[in-house]
């Protein structure tokens, strides 16, 4: 048991620390259908850092790597903002989508030119969870806690956002502002996160337990709950079965993350087929 702990006891607090504010976060990006934004950041931050290593030759989780991965995902938080109120003719959705794959070409190319790309690229997929050390726990938690209070200074605006994002008074009642703020926090808890879980795990946590907690209800207190308990009853029983059966962390939790989501898509449909039958009667 205590080599059990040894092993998976700080990965088990990254997942938390990661599953809990990316769960939140989720319930925003669901409101305002931007369902794949993480991806596109992740790999607009892996973009800045790949671009670090080969023009300051800076190494992977060094300082330099990490302004220069923010740097990008800045920009890109602010085309994002922009998207909304100047390109009509397509979805956001579709800007971040094409967003994402000029970030995923530019990647594959600098990793060709950059000495152990390959490496790198199985690094943002998978993370690197197992060598979870106390310094990214502490300055995991530390970034968190700070987007957390930004994200409850400014719940106001930024929720009035996410409730009526595809009306037209959100886009001028300073909307442009407040959607820059939303995927500036966004993108800082994915660029560490991604460092720490890889893209796989980080984008199940995103969406995976707010659409769960969306499937139960729409009340912000009692999604939070459903947010949480499903994060930890994935992690726990993700790590354990990559303990035991010598299995990648990141993939293992997505896997039990959507084994949750179908039980509770199940259960859903029992008690709606139930309801209609006691309805009928």
């Not at 060094?62 to 602010?78: E, G, W």
């Amino acid at each position: 048991m205590s080599q059990l702990i040894q092993i998976i006891g700080l990965p088990f607090l990254a997942c938390i620390m990661m599953g809990s504010i990316l769960g939140y976060m989720g319930i925003h990006v669901l409101k305002r259908e931007v369902i794949f934004v993480d991806i596109a950041l992740a790999q607009v931050a892996a973009v800045g850092a790949i671009i670090s290593h080969l023009a300051f030759e800076s190494h992977e989780g060094s300082m330099l790597s990490y302004v220069c991965s923010l740097a990008a995902v800045f920009s890109v938080a602010a085309l994002y903002a922009l998207a909304r109120i100047t390109i009509t003719q397509i979805s956001l959705e579709a800007v971040i989508g094409i967003s994402y794959a000029i970030a995923a070409a530019a990647a594959l190319f600098l990793v060709g030119i950059a000495p152990g790309g390959h490496i790198h690229i199985q690094e943002i997929l998978s993370g690197s969870l197992l060598w979870t050390s106390w310094v990214d726990i502490i300055s995991g938690l530390l970034v968190f806690l700070i987007v957390g209070f930004g994200f409850y200074l400014f719940r106001r605006p930024l929720t009035g956002i996410s409730e009526s994002y595809r009306k037209i008074h959100a886009i001028k009642a300073g909307g442009l502002f407040w959607d820059f703020i939303f995927y500036l926090l966004l993108g800082i808890v994915i660029t560490l996160s991604v460092k720490m879980g890889g893209i796989v795990v980080v984008f199940a946590y995103l969406i995976i337990p707010a659409t769960i907690s969306a499937v139960f209800t729409s009340r912000p207190g009692l999604q939070l709950i459903i947010i949480w308990t499903a994060t930890i009853a994935a992690s726990i029983s993700g790590l354990l079965f990559a303990y035991y059966l010598d299995f990648s962390i990141g993939p293992a939790i997505a896997l039990f993350l959507s084994f949750e989501l179908i039980i509770a898509a199940i259960f859903i449909r029992l008690i709606h087929i139930r309801y209609n039958r006691l309805s009928y009667k």
